[in-house]
């Protein structure tokens, strides 16, 4: 597609359930990265795949979650026993190779979550 | 003390004003600087992109990075009501290999009244 797609663009969902969220990102990139945005803060760095190779995981802030990418296509994160803390954007964002420095990045409109 | 300080305003001006943004960050390791601009409801798009010290330009944009006082600044010349949104700064670095990481400002909302 001409973009980075997510879905579903809003999820509300009661504390205790698990929820998948899923990016397809921009036909051909390589590199797919998660970030969180919680009310009043600044985007907060999840998840990072490029290719095959291992994912940069460093950036998920519980156990509850993870995120799974097939080689260079969709991806999908999951939040198992959601908390009302959980409640974000949660944006994706493609670049065709490795974003030195965010180069290239292109991210999507995000999955709003709320949990309730 | 977080690593990347953005006032978030609102900042509100009328059409036509030169608006100035700016963030200070604290970690000496930044080299990449980016400025974003994010639309309601809508994902960041990259506004402008500076690697090291110096200035950008690029149409009615201008970034200027200040590595000496950890600062950055995005000038807005002749700013319209289409320019209205949320402006992220947002910078990595070369630490342990990971300058994909972008460490984001709180972000700071425009309004450009017509």
């Known amino acids: 597609g001409a973009g980075v797609s997510q879905s579903p663009s809003n999820k509300v969902t009661e504390k205790g359930k698990d929820v998948e969220l899923r990016c397809d990102p921009i036909?051909?990139?390589?590199?797919l990265y998660w970030y969180r945005q919680r009310l009043g803060q600044g985007l907060e760095f999840l998840i990072y795949?490029?290719?095959?190779?291992?994912?940069?995981k460093s950036g998920l802030p519980s156990d509850r979650f993870s995120a799974e990418r097939t080689g260079e296509s969709v991806s999908t994160l999951t939040i198992q026993r959601t908390q009302q803390e959980d409640s974000a954007v949660y944006l994706c964002?493609?670049?065709?190779?490795?974003?030195?420095?965010?180069?290239?990045?292109?991210f999507g409109s995000g999955t709003r979550l709320t949990v309730v | 003390q977080k690593e990347v300080e953005q006032d978030p305003g609102p900042l509100s001006v009328p059409e036509g004003a030169i608006v100035s943004l700016n963030c200070t960050y604290s970690?000496?390791?930044?080299?990449?600087f980016m400025w974003y601009r994010q639309y309601s409801r809508k994902g960041p798009e990259l506004l402008m992109y500076?690697?090291?010290?110096g200035n950008k330009e690029d149409g009615r944009f201008t970034a200027q990075v200040d590595k000496s006082s950890k600062y950055i600044s995005l000038f807005i010349r002749d700013s319209q009501p289409s320019d209205s949104a949320t402006y992220l700064c947002?910078?990595?670095?070369?630490?342990?290999?990971?300058?994909?990481?972008?460490?984001f400002g709180k972000g700071t909302l425009l309004t450009v009244n017509p």
């Open positions: 947002a910078m990595s670095g070369n630490s342990g290999g990971s300058n994909y990481k972008l460490t």
């Open positions: 500076t690697y090291s010290s």
């Open positions: 795949f490029q290719g095959n190779s291992a994912p940069d």
């Open positions: 970690n000496s390791a930044f080299q990449y």
């Open positions: 036909s051909g990139h390589t590199a």
């Open positions: 964002a493609s670049s065709l190779v490795i974003g030195v420095g965010g180069d290239g990045y292109t």
